[in-house]
Protein backbone atom coordinates (compact mmCIF):
# COMPACT_ATOMS: atom_id res chain seq x y z
CA UNK A 1 0.00 0.00 0.00
CA UNK A 2 1.15 3.72 -1.31
CA UNK A 3 2.04 5.50 1.84
CA UNK A 4 2.42 8.88 2.31
CA UNK A 5 0.41 11.15 2.25
CA UNK A 6 -0.96 14.03 1.15
CA UNK A 7 2.15 16.37 3.06
CA UNK A 8 4.55 14.89 1.29
CA UNK A 9 3.11 14.14 -2.20
CA UNK A 10 1.25 16.22 -4.88
CA UNK A 11 -1.58 14.97 -6.83
CA UNK A 12 -1.03 14.27 -10.42
CA UNK A 13 -3.24 16.81 -11.20
CA UNK A 14 -0.58 19.69 -11.03
CA UNK A 15 -1.07 22.66 -9.64
CA UNK A 16 -3.65 23.15 -6.79
CA UNK A 17 -5.51 26.08 -5.84
CA UNK A 18 -6.33 25.25 -2.32
CA UNK A 19 -4.87 24.85 0.62
CA UNK A 20 -4.98 20.95 1.72
CA UNK A 21 -4.80 20.50 5.34
CA UNK A 22 -2.74 17.63 6.80
CA UNK A 23 -3.99 14.13 7.84
CA UNK A 24 -3.95 12.41 10.16
CA UNK A 25 -1.57 9.46 10.05
CA UNK A 26 -4.48 7.19 11.25
CA UNK A 27 -7.79 8.19 12.69
CA UNK A 28 -8.98 7.31 16.65
CA UNK A 29 -12.09 6.51 18.19
CA UNK A 30 -13.65 8.95 20.21
CA UNK A 31 -15.40 7.07 23.19
CA UNK A 32 -16.57 8.73 26.27
CA UNK A 33 -14.83 12.15 25.33
CA UNK A 34 -11.61 10.71 24.76
CA UNK A 35 -9.59 10.13 21.55
CA UNK A 36 -8.35 6.76 21.29
CA UNK A 37 -6.28 5.04 19.40
CA UNK A 38 -8.19 1.68 18.04
CA UNK A 39 -6.65 -1.84 19.17
CA UNK A 40 -7.32 -2.88 15.85
CA UNK A 41 -4.87 -4.95 13.64
CA UNK A 42 -6.49 -3.65 10.41
CA UNK A 43 -6.85 -0.60 8.96
CA UNK A 44 -8.44 0.68 5.62
CA UNK A 45 -6.39 3.24 3.32
CA UNK A 46 -8.39 6.43 2.55
CA UNK A 47 -7.26 7.15 -0.81
CA UNK A 48 -7.84 10.59 -2.87
CA UNK A 49 -9.54 9.20 -5.37
CA UNK A 50 -8.39 12.32 -8.06
CA UNK A 51 -5.05 10.33 -7.09
CA UNK A 52 -4.99 7.13 -6.18
CA UNK A 53 -1.31 7.16 -5.43
CA UNK A 54 -2.42 9.51 -2.32
CA UNK A 55 -3.32 8.25 0.69
CA UNK A 56 -4.77 10.48 3.47
CA UNK A 57 -4.14 8.57 6.61
CA UNK A 58 -5.20 4.79 7.58
CA UNK A 59 -9.04 3.72 9.31
CA UNK A 60 -9.11 1.64 12.16
CA UNK A 61 -11.19 -1.39 11.43
CA UNK A 62 -12.17 -1.45 15.09
CA UNK A 63 -12.60 -4.26 16.98
CA UNK A 64 -16.32 -6.01 18.70
CA UNK A 65 -14.88 -4.44 22.43
CA UNK A 66 -14.82 -1.22 20.91
CA UNK A 67 -17.91 -1.38 19.62
CA UNK A 68 -18.95 -2.26 23.43
CA UNK A 69 -16.96 0.44 24.65
CA UNK A 70 -18.81 3.28 22.13
CA UNK A 71 -22.13 1.39 23.38
CA UNK A 72 -21.61 1.20 26.80
CA UNK A 73 -20.38 5.12 26.95
CA UNK A 74 -23.44 6.12 25.07
CA UNK A 75 -25.64 4.36 27.62
CA UNK A 76 -24.24 5.90 30.80
CA UNK A 77 -24.09 9.15 29.28
CA UNK A 78 -27.83 8.72 28.65
CA UNK A 79 -29.29 9.71 32.24
CA UNK A 80 -27.33 13.15 32.51
CA UNK A 81 -28.38 13.97 29.34
CA UNK A 82 -32.27 13.20 28.87
CA UNK A 83 -32.38 15.50 32.03
CA UNK A 84 -30.50 17.92 30.64
CA UNK A 85 -33.55 20.75 29.32
CA UNK A 86 -33.99 20.70 25.52
CA UNK A 87 -32.95 23.89 24.83
CA UNK A 88 -29.34 23.45 27.18
CA UNK A 89 -28.95 21.04 24.65
CA UNK A 90 -30.16 23.05 21.84
CA UNK A 91 -27.56 25.61 22.59
CA UNK A 92 -24.43 22.64 22.61
CA UNK A 93 -25.99 22.65 18.82
CA UNK A 94 -25.76 26.13 18.52
CA UNK A 95 -21.89 26.55 19.58
CA UNK A 96 -21.24 23.45 17.39
CA UNK A 97 -22.79 25.52 14.56
CA UNK A 98 -20.97 28.28 15.02
CA UNK A 99 -17.39 26.31 14.82
CA UNK A 100 -19.00 24.76 11.70
CA UNK A 101 -19.00 28.17 9.95
CA UNK A 102 -15.61 29.19 11.56
CA UNK A 103 -13.97 25.80 9.83
CA UNK A 104 -16.31 26.01 6.92
CA UNK A 105 -13.34 26.26 3.87
CA UNK A 106 -11.07 23.76 5.81
CA UNK A 107 -14.16 20.91 6.11
CA UNK A 108 -14.71 21.62 3.03
CA UNK A 109 -11.15 21.32 1.59
CA UNK A 110 -10.92 18.06 3.63
CA UNK A 111 -14.43 16.88 1.92
CA UNK A 112 -13.52 16.95 -1.34
CA UNK A 113 -9.99 15.43 -1.39
CA UNK A 114 -11.58 12.41 0.36
CA UNK A 115 -14.62 12.27 -1.44
CA UNK A 116 -13.96 13.75 -4.77
CA UNK A 117 -16.71 16.71 -4.72
CA UNK A 118 -15.86 19.94 -6.19
CA UNK A 119 -14.42 22.32 -3.45
CA UNK A 120 -17.50 24.60 -4.09
CA UNK A 121 -19.80 21.59 -4.01
CA UNK A 122 -17.81 20.54 -0.32
CA UNK A 123 -18.49 24.58 0.48
CA UNK A 124 -21.97 23.64 -0.60
CA UNK A 125 -22.48 20.99 1.84
CA UNK A 126 -20.79 22.17 5.18
CA UNK A 127 -23.37 25.16 4.68
CA UNK A 128 -26.18 22.89 4.60
CA UNK A 129 -25.15 21.02 7.63
CA UNK A 130 -24.67 24.10 9.31
CA UNK A 131 -27.98 25.34 8.99
CA UNK A 132 -29.25 21.92 10.18
CA UNK A 133 -27.89 22.20 13.25
CA UNK A 134 -28.84 25.64 13.66
CA UNK A 135 -32.60 24.76 13.29
CA UNK A 136 -32.18 21.73 14.73
CA UNK A 137 -30.84 23.76 18.02
CA UNK A 138 -34.21 26.08 17.89
CA UNK A 139 -35.90 22.71 18.31
CA UNK A 140 -35.03 22.88 22.10
CA UNK A 141 -36.85 25.56 22.48
CA UNK A 142 -40.06 24.23 20.23
CA UNK A 143 -40.42 20.44 21.02
CA UNK A 144 -43.85 20.57 22.51
CA UNK A 145 -46.61 18.10 22.41
CA UNK A 146 -50.18 18.34 22.29
CA UNK A 147 -53.39 19.25 25.02
CA UNK A 148 -55.90 16.98 24.10
CA UNK A 149 -59.34 17.60 25.72
CA UNK A 150 -60.94 14.63 28.02
CA UNK A 151 -63.98 12.74 28.28
CA UNK A 152 -63.53 12.94 31.86
CA UNK A 153 -64.05 15.83 34.52
CA UNK A 154 -60.57 17.48 35.68
CA UNK A 155 -58.65 15.64 33.64
CA UNK A 156 -55.63 17.45 32.07
CA UNK A 157 -54.67 14.80 29.01
CA UNK A 158 -51.16 15.87 26.84
CA UNK A 159 -48.35 14.26 25.31
CA UNK A 160 -44.77 14.87 25.50
CA UNK A 161 -41.68 13.92 23.74
CA UNK A 162 -39.64 11.48 25.35
CA UNK A 163 -35.74 10.23 24.02
CA UNK A 164 -35.18 6.60 23.01
CA UNK A 165 -31.55 6.17 25.12
CA UNK A 166 -28.49 4.91 23.10
CA UNK A 167 -29.04 5.07 19.24
CA UNK A 168 -26.88 4.49 16.20
CA UNK A 169 -26.50 6.76 13.63
CA UNK A 170 -25.35 4.84 10.53
CA UNK A 171 -23.83 6.81 7.64
CA UNK A 172 -22.34 6.93 3.37
CA UNK A 173 -19.70 8.58 1.79
CA UNK A 174 -21.13 10.84 -0.37
CA UNK A 175 -22.61 13.66 1.82
CA UNK A 176 -19.89 13.38 4.77
CA UNK A 177 -21.13 15.85 6.53
CA UNK A 178 -24.60 17.10 6.07
CA UNK A 179 -26.12 13.46 6.75
CA UNK A 180 -24.38 13.04 9.97
CA UNK A 181 -25.84 16.47 10.78
CA UNK A 182 -29.20 15.58 9.62
CA UNK A 183 -29.06 12.29 12.15
CA UNK A 184 -27.10 13.72 14.99
CA UNK A 185 -28.88 17.12 15.62
CA UNK A 186 -32.30 15.64 16.02
CA UNK A 187 -30.52 12.93 18.01
CA UNK A 188 -28.83 15.24 20.24
CA UNK A 189 -31.29 17.59 21.11
CA UNK A 190 -34.06 15.05 21.64
CA UNK A 191 -32.29 13.71 24.25
CA UNK A 192 -30.58 10.89 22.78
CA UNK A 193 -27.12 9.72 23.02
CA UNK A 194 -25.56 8.05 19.84
CA UNK A 195 -22.95 5.62 18.35
CA UNK A 196 -21.61 7.16 15.35
CA UNK A 197 -20.66 5.01 12.38
CA UNK A 198 -19.34 6.81 9.43
CA UNK A 199 -18.36 5.45 5.90
CA UNK A 200 -14.90 4.24 5.81
CA UNK A 201 -13.87 6.45 2.86
CA UNK A 202 -14.46 9.66 4.22
CA UNK A 203 -13.42 9.07 7.79
CA UNK A 204 -11.78 12.75 8.05
CA UNK A 205 -14.64 15.00 7.49
CA UNK A 206 -16.30 12.92 10.37
CA UNK A 207 -13.47 13.11 12.46
CA UNK A 208 -13.23 16.84 11.96
CA UNK A 209 -16.88 17.41 12.40
CA UNK A 210 -16.86 15.71 16.14
CA UNK A 211 -13.82 17.89 16.91
CA UNK A 212 -15.60 20.77 16.37
CA UNK A 213 -18.51 18.69 18.65
CA UNK A 214 -16.47 18.03 21.38
CA UNK A 215 -14.81 22.04 21.39
CA UNK A 216 -18.32 23.17 21.48
CA UNK A 217 -18.71 21.43 24.95
CA UNK A 218 -20.51 17.58 24.43
CA UNK A 219 -20.33 15.98 27.40
CA UNK A 220 -18.32 12.94 27.49
CA UNK A 221 -20.35 9.75 26.16
CA UNK A 222 -23.08 11.70 24.90
CA UNK A 223 -21.87 11.15 20.98
CA UNK A 224 -19.05 8.29 19.81
CA UNK A 225 -17.35 7.96 17.04
CA UNK A 226 -16.19 4.59 15.93
CA UNK A 227 -14.15 3.71 12.77
CA UNK A 228 -14.71 0.31 10.67
CA UNK A 229 -16.64 -2.01 8.63
CA UNK A 230 -19.96 -1.91 7.92
CA UNK A 231 -20.19 -5.72 7.77
CA UNK A 232 -18.35 -5.57 11.15
CA UNK A 233 -19.05 -2.85 13.36
CA UNK A 234 -22.35 -1.32 11.20
CA UNK A 235 -24.12 -4.93 12.04
CA UNK A 236 -22.82 -4.97 15.65
CA UNK A 237 -24.79 -1.90 16.31
CA UNK A 238 -27.48 -3.31 14.80
CA UNK A 239 -27.50 -6.16 16.98
CA UNK A 240 -26.22 -4.65 19.86
CA UNK A 241 -29.19 -4.81 22.39
CA UNK A 242 -28.34 -1.22 24.31
CA UNK A 243 -28.74 0.10 20.95
CA UNK A 244 -32.84 1.41 20.83
CA UNK A 245 -32.78 2.30 17.42
CA UNK A 246 -30.21 2.93 13.83
CA UNK A 247 -30.62 6.19 11.44
CA UNK A 248 -29.33 4.27 8.24
CA UNK A 249 -28.50 5.88 5.11
CA UNK A 250 -27.24 3.96 2.56
CA UNK A 251 -27.66 1.82 -0.61
CA UNK A 252 -30.87 -0.47 -0.68
CA UNK A 253 -28.61 -3.42 -0.46
CA UNK A 254 -27.43 -2.79 3.24
CA UNK A 255 -30.90 -0.78 4.27
CA UNK A 256 -32.50 -3.99 3.38
CA UNK A 257 -30.29 -5.84 6.02
CA UNK A 258 -30.06 -3.96 8.58
CA UNK A 259 -33.97 -3.60 8.13
CA UNK A 260 -35.01 -6.83 8.16
CA UNK A 261 -32.14 -7.86 10.93
CA UNK A 262 -33.61 -4.28 13.17
CA UNK A 263 -37.66 -5.79 12.68
CA UNK A 264 -36.09 -9.50 14.15
CA UNK A 265 -35.99 -7.67 18.08
CA UNK A 266 -38.41 -4.95 17.04
CA UNK A 267 -35.95 -2.33 16.48
CA UNK A 268 -37.09 1.30 16.14
CA UNK A 269 -35.13 1.44 12.17
CA UNK A 270 -35.06 4.18 10.09
CA UNK A 271 -33.76 4.06 6.29
CA UNK A 272 -33.16 6.42 3.41
CA UNK A 273 -31.75 4.35 0.38
CA UNK A 274 -31.50 5.17 -3.33
CA UNK A 275 -33.12 6.99 -5.70
CA UNK A 276 -33.36 6.91 -9.78
CA UNK A 277 -35.03 10.16 -10.36
CA UNK A 278 -36.98 11.78 -12.71
CA UNK A 279 -37.01 15.21 -14.18
CA UNK A 280 -39.97 15.47 -16.83
CA UNK A 281 -39.36 18.31 -19.51
CA UNK A 282 -43.09 19.23 -21.16
CA UNK A 283 -43.36 21.09 -24.71
CA UNK A 284 -44.37 24.48 -22.61
CA UNK A 285 -41.15 24.24 -20.37
CA UNK A 286 -38.50 26.93 -20.48
CA UNK A 287 -36.63 24.51 -22.34
CA UNK A 288 -32.69 26.42 -21.59
CA UNK A 289 -33.56 26.67 -18.08
CA UNK A 290 -34.54 22.67 -17.95
CA UNK A 291 -31.26 22.08 -19.66
CA UNK A 292 -29.54 23.82 -16.58
CA UNK A 293 -31.42 21.98 -13.88
CA UNK A 294 -30.80 18.49 -16.00
CA UNK A 295 -27.46 19.00 -16.21
CA UNK A 296 -26.54 20.60 -12.76
CA UNK A 297 -28.57 17.52 -11.43
CA UNK A 298 -26.90 14.55 -13.58
CA UNK A 299 -23.22 15.67 -13.24
CA UNK A 300 -23.09 17.75 -9.83
CA UNK A 301 -21.23 15.75 -7.44
CA UNK A 302 -20.24 13.42 -10.20
CA UNK A 303 -23.84 11.78 -9.97
CA UNK A 304 -23.04 10.82 -6.97
CA UNK A 305 -25.93 11.93 -5.23
CA UNK A 306 -29.13 9.93 -4.10
CA UNK A 307 -31.38 13.11 -5.47
CA UNK A 308 -29.33 12.93 -8.89
CA UNK A 309 -31.11 13.60 -12.08
CA UNK A 310 -30.57 10.19 -14.22
CA UNK A 311 -33.70 10.47 -16.05
CA UNK A 312 -34.61 12.86 -18.20
CA UNK A 313 -38.49 12.46 -19.05
CA UNK A 314 -38.90 14.38 -22.67
CA UNK A 315 -42.14 14.89 -24.37
CA UNK A 316 -41.33 14.06 -28.38
CA UNK A 317 -42.14 17.40 -29.70
CA UNK A 318 -39.32 19.46 -27.81
CA UNK A 319 -36.69 16.31 -27.38
CA UNK A 320 -34.67 17.03 -30.14
CA UNK A 321 -33.92 20.74 -29.05
CA UNK A 322 -33.33 19.82 -25.69
CA UNK A 323 -30.60 16.93 -26.13
CA UNK A 324 -29.19 19.15 -28.22
CA UNK A 325 -28.68 21.68 -25.36
CA UNK A 326 -28.38 18.95 -23.06
CA UNK A 327 -25.00 17.95 -25.31
CA UNK A 328 -23.60 21.82 -25.46
CA UNK A 329 -23.73 21.42 -21.48
CA UNK A 330 -22.21 18.07 -21.22
CA UNK A 331 -18.93 19.20 -23.41
CA UNK A 332 -18.44 22.22 -20.89
CA UNK A 333 -18.08 20.30 -17.97
CA UNK A 334 -14.46 20.36 -16.85
CA UNK A 335 -13.47 16.95 -14.87
CA UNK A 336 -10.61 16.89 -12.64
CA UNK A 337 -9.21 17.35 -9.17
CA UNK A 338 -11.64 18.60 -6.93
CA UNK A 339 -9.07 21.31 -5.27
CA UNK A 340 -8.35 22.73 -8.46
CA UNK A 341 -9.89 26.07 -9.35
CA UNK A 342 -12.16 26.04 -12.53
CA UNK A 343 -12.99 22.41 -12.03
CA UNK A 344 -16.75 21.29 -12.21
CA UNK A 345 -17.04 17.82 -11.51
CA UNK A 346 -15.01 15.42 -9.94
CA UNK A 347 -14.13 11.67 -9.38
CA UNK A 348 -15.68 8.62 -8.50
CA UNK A 349 -15.03 7.99 -5.22
CA UNK A 350 -13.29 5.07 -5.10
CA UNK A 351 -12.44 2.53 -7.61
CA UNK A 352 -15.65 -0.01 -6.58
CA UNK A 353 -17.90 3.10 -7.33
CA UNK A 354 -15.67 3.86 -10.75
CA UNK A 355 -15.91 0.20 -11.72
CA UNK A 356 -19.85 0.14 -11.31
CA UNK A 357 -19.81 3.50 -13.68
CA UNK A 358 -17.83 1.38 -16.02
CA UNK A 359 -20.04 -1.78 -16.33
CA UNK A 360 -23.23 0.40 -16.66
CA UNK A 361 -21.63 2.42 -19.67
CA UNK A 362 -20.94 -1.04 -21.41
CA UNK A 363 -24.67 -2.40 -20.39
CA UNK A 364 -26.13 0.74 -22.28
CA UNK A 365 -23.95 -0.27 -25.17
CA UNK A 366 -25.70 -3.43 -25.01
CA UNK A 367 -28.85 -2.39 -24.34
CA UNK A 368 -29.03 -0.13 -27.51
CA UNK A 369 -28.81 3.44 -26.16
CA UNK A 370 -27.94 6.02 -28.35
CA UNK A 371 -24.72 7.91 -27.15
CA UNK A 372 -24.51 11.50 -26.86
CA UNK A 373 -21.49 12.36 -25.09
CA UNK A 374 -18.87 11.05 -23.00
CA UNK A 375 -19.26 7.15 -22.64
CA UNK A 376 -15.81 6.47 -21.45
CA UNK A 377 -13.08 6.94 -18.80
CA UNK A 378 -10.97 9.59 -18.72
CA UNK A 379 -7.47 8.62 -18.17
CA UNK A 380 -4.93 10.75 -19.85
CA UNK A 381 -2.26 13.55 -18.69
CA UNK A 382 -3.89 15.12 -15.41
CA UNK A 383 -6.54 12.27 -15.29
CA UNK A 384 -4.13 9.59 -15.29
CA UNK A 385 -4.43 8.36 -11.18
CA UNK A 386 -7.81 9.21 -10.30
CA UNK A 387 -11.41 7.46 -10.98
CA UNK A 388 -12.28 9.89 -13.89
CA UNK A 389 -15.72 9.50 -15.76
CA UNK A 390 -17.18 11.48 -18.82
CA UNK A 391 -19.89 13.05 -17.92
CA UNK A 392 -22.40 11.07 -19.86
CA UNK A 393 -25.55 11.53 -21.75
CA UNK A 394 -27.62 8.49 -23.33
CA UNK A 395 -30.60 9.26 -25.68
CA UNK A 396 -33.14 6.96 -27.57
CA UNK A 397 -33.37 5.05 -23.75
CA UNK A 398 -36.41 2.63 -23.31
CA UNK A 399 -37.75 2.40 -20.12
CA UNK A 400 -37.35 -1.01 -19.69
CA UNK A 401 -33.70 -0.49 -20.01
CA UNK A 402 -31.50 -1.53 -17.25
CA UNK A 403 -29.78 2.03 -17.24
CA UNK A 404 -33.37 3.54 -16.83
CA UNK A 405 -34.05 1.69 -13.92
CA UNK A 406 -31.21 0.92 -11.70
CA UNK A 407 -29.16 3.51 -9.46
CA UNK A 408 -25.89 3.79 -11.12
CA UNK A 409 -24.89 6.72 -9.38
CA UNK A 410 -22.31 8.31 -11.47
CA UNK A 411 -22.84 11.47 -14.25
CA UNK A 412 -24.65 9.19 -16.42
CA UNK A 413 -27.99 10.50 -17.46
CA UNK A 414 -30.42 8.56 -19.72
CA UNK A 415 -33.08 10.73 -21.99
CA UNK A 416 -36.50 8.48 -22.52
CA UNK A 417 -39.08 10.38 -24.89
CA UNK A 418 -42.55 10.10 -24.20
CA UNK A 419 -45.72 11.55 -26.14
CA UNK A 420 -47.36 13.05 -23.72
CA UNK A 421 -47.75 14.38 -20.28
CA UNK A 422 -49.96 11.04 -18.73
CA UNK A 423 -46.99 8.65 -20.29
CA UNK A 424 -44.28 11.01 -18.91
CA UNK A 425 -45.71 10.34 -15.77
CA UNK A 426 -46.21 6.79 -16.30
CA UNK A 427 -42.77 6.38 -17.26
CA UNK A 428 -41.38 8.63 -14.04
CA UNK A 429 -43.18 6.19 -11.33
CA UNK A 430 -41.91 2.94 -12.99
CA UNK A 431 -38.70 2.39 -11.23
CA UNK A 432 -38.70 0.79 -7.64
CA UNK A 433 -37.21 4.05 -5.75
CA UNK A 434 -39.13 6.85 -5.10
CA UNK A 435 -37.07 10.14 -3.85
CA UNK A 436 -36.98 12.96 -6.30
CA UNK A 437 -39.00 14.45 -9.25
CA UNK A 438 -38.81 17.28 -11.37
CA UNK A 439 -41.47 19.08 -13.67
CA UNK A 440 -40.39 22.13 -16.22
CA UNK A 441 -43.84 23.40 -17.64
CA UNK A 442 -45.54 26.51 -17.15
CA UNK A 443 -48.91 25.05 -16.84
CA UNK A 444 -50.22 25.57 -13.76
CA UNK A 445 -52.71 22.91 -14.22
CA UNK A 446 -50.48 19.81 -14.94
CA UNK A 447 -47.95 20.97 -12.35
CA UNK A 448 -50.84 19.75 -9.69
CA UNK A 449 -51.99 17.28 -11.37
CA UNK A 450 -48.09 15.96 -11.55
CA UNK A 451 -48.06 16.70 -7.69
CA UNK A 452 -51.06 14.40 -6.93
CA UNK A 453 -49.42 11.74 -9.00
CA UNK A 454 -45.82 11.63 -8.67
CA UNK A 455 -44.87 8.84 -6.38
CA UNK A 456 -41.81 10.54 -4.67
CA UNK A 457 -41.39 12.02 -1.43
CA UNK A 458 -39.55 15.48 -2.85
CA UNK A 459 -41.20 17.25 -6.02
CA UNK A 460 -39.92 20.17 -7.63
CA UNK A 461 -41.41 22.35 -10.38
CA UNK A 462 -39.02 24.40 -12.36
CA UNK A 463 -36.40 23.37 -10.49
CA UNK A 464 -33.49 20.70 -10.91
CA UNK A 465 -34.16 17.09 -8.56
CA UNK A 466 -31.29 17.84 -6.31
CA UNK A 467 -31.74 20.50 -3.43
CA UNK A 468 -33.12 21.18 -0.43
CA UNK A 469 -33.52 23.25 2.35
CA UNK A 470 -33.02 22.63 6.48
CA UNK A 471 -36.96 23.03 7.31
CA UNK A 472 -37.86 21.41 5.25
CA UNK A 473 -38.51 17.74 5.46
CA UNK A 474 -36.25 15.41 3.25
CA UNK A 475 -37.07 11.85 2.41
CA UNK A 476 -38.52 8.72 -0.21
CA UNK A 477 -41.49 6.50 -0.94
CA UNK A 478 -41.64 2.95 -1.89
CA UNK A 479 -37.65 1.95 -2.34
CA UNK A 480 -36.27 5.02 -1.55
CA UNK A 481 -37.40 4.81 2.30
CA UNK A 482 -38.83 3.65 5.55
CA UNK A 483 -39.38 5.59 8.84
CA UNK A 484 -40.17 9.36 9.03
CA UNK A 485 -38.90 11.74 7.39
CA UNK A 486 -35.62 13.51 7.90
CA UNK A 487 -34.61 17.17 8.49
CA UNK A 488 -37.61 19.77 9.45
CA UNK A 489 -39.06 19.63 12.66
CA UNK A 490 -40.30 16.05 11.50
CA UNK A 491 -36.59 15.17 11.83
CA UNK A 492 -37.48 14.81 15.76
CA UNK A 493 -40.14 12.16 15.44
CA UNK A 494 -37.97 9.25 14.57
CA UNK A 495 -35.77 10.01 17.57
CA UNK A 496 -38.77 10.59 20.37
CA UNK A 497 -41.16 8.37 21.55
CA UNK A 498 -44.21 10.06 22.00
CA UNK A 499 -45.99 9.93 25.64
CA UNK A 500 -49.87 10.33 26.81
CA UNK A 501 -50.79 11.53 29.81
CA UNK A 502 -54.13 11.41 31.54
CA UNK A 503 -54.02 13.36 34.50
CA UNK A 504 -56.70 13.42 37.05
CA UNK A 505 -57.00 16.49 39.39
CA UNK A 506 -60.69 15.76 41.05
CA UNK A 507 -58.59 15.17 44.45
CA UNK A 508 -61.30 12.17 44.44
CA UNK A 509 -60.24 8.36 43.78
CA UNK A 510 -62.04 7.27 40.98
CA UNK A 511 -61.76 3.61 39.85
CA UNK A 512 -64.10 3.29 36.72
CA UNK A 513 -63.95 6.08 34.03
CA UNK A 514 -67.31 7.11 33.11
CA UNK A 515 -68.21 3.70 30.55
P1 LIG B 1 -23.65 1.55 1.78
O1 LIG B 1 -24.99 0.94 1.99
O2 LIG B 1 -22.60 0.72 1.16
O3 LIG B 1 -23.04 2.03 3.20
C1 LIG B 1 -23.74 2.92 4.05
C2 LIG B 1 -23.23 2.73 5.48
O4 LIG B 1 -23.64 1.44 5.93
C3 LIG B 1 -21.71 2.76 5.61
O5 LIG B 1 -21.35 3.42 6.81
C4 LIG B 1 -21.35 1.29 5.68
O6 LIG B 1 -20.13 1.04 6.33
C5 LIG B 1 -22.52 0.75 6.48
N1 LIG B 1 -22.77 -0.70 6.36
C6 LIG B 1 -22.37 -1.54 5.38
N2 LIG B 1 -22.78 -2.80 5.66
C7 LIG B 1 -23.47 -2.75 6.82
C8 LIG B 1 -24.14 -3.72 7.60
N3 LIG B 1 -24.17 -5.01 7.25
N4 LIG B 1 -24.76 -3.32 8.73
C9 LIG B 1 -24.74 -2.03 9.11
N5 LIG B 1 -24.11 -1.05 8.40
C10 LIG B 1 -23.47 -1.41 7.27
O7 LIG B 1 -23.90 2.91 0.98
P2 LIG B 1 -22.82 3.90 0.38
O8 LIG B 1 -22.18 3.28 -0.80
O9 LIG B 1 -21.96 4.43 1.48
O10 LIG B 1 -23.75 5.13 -0.10
C11 LIG B 1 -24.33 5.23 -1.35
C12 LIG B 1 -25.80 4.89 -1.28
O11 LIG B 1 -26.45 5.73 -0.32
C13 LIG B 1 -26.54 5.14 -2.58
O12 LIG B 1 -27.40 4.07 -2.85
C14 LIG B 1 -27.33 6.41 -2.31
O13 LIG B 1 -28.49 6.58 -3.10
C15 LIG B 1 -27.66 6.25 -0.88
N6 LIG B 1 -28.00 7.53 -0.27
C16 LIG B 1 -29.30 7.80 0.04
C17 LIG B 1 -29.65 9.03 0.57
C18 LIG B 1 -31.07 9.35 0.94
O14 LIG B 1 -31.29 10.27 1.73
N7 LIG B 1 -32.06 8.64 0.41
C19 LIG B 1 -28.67 10.00 0.78
C20 LIG B 1 -27.34 9.69 0.42
C21 LIG B 1 -27.01 8.46 -0.09
Same mark, same amino acid.
Given at each position: MSTPTASSKEPAAGKTDRPRPTPPARYRNYIGGQWV??????????VSPADTRVTLGQVPLSTPAEVDAAVAAAASAFPAWRETPAPVRGNLLVRWAS??????????????????????EARGEVLKATNIVEFMAGEGRRMGGH???????????????????????????????AIPCWKIAPALVAGNTIVFKPATLTPWTAMRAVELLHEAGLPPGVLNLIFGSGSAVGDQLVHHKAIRAVSFTGSNEVGTHVYTEGAKRLLKVQCELGGKNPLVVLEDADLELA?? *???? %? !????? /????? &???????????ADRFVELLAARAKKVVVGDPLKDGVTMGPSVDDGQFQTVLKYLD? *???? %? !????? /????? &?????????????????????????????????????????????????????????????YTNDVNRMYRFVDLIETGIVHVNSPTVGGEAQAPFGGMKGTGVGTREQGSVAVDFFTELKTVYADYTGTKRTTNIY
Open positions: ESLATKNAPNLLTQHTDELAAILAWEEGKTFGTIPSEMPRTFVYTVKAPLGPVAVITPWNFPIAD *ATAQ %G !AFGST /GQRCT &ATSRAIVVNHVV *AKQE %G !ARLVA /GGCRL &AEGDHANGHFVAPTIYDGVSPGMRIAKEEIFGPVLSVIRVKDFEEAVHVANDVEFGLSSSL
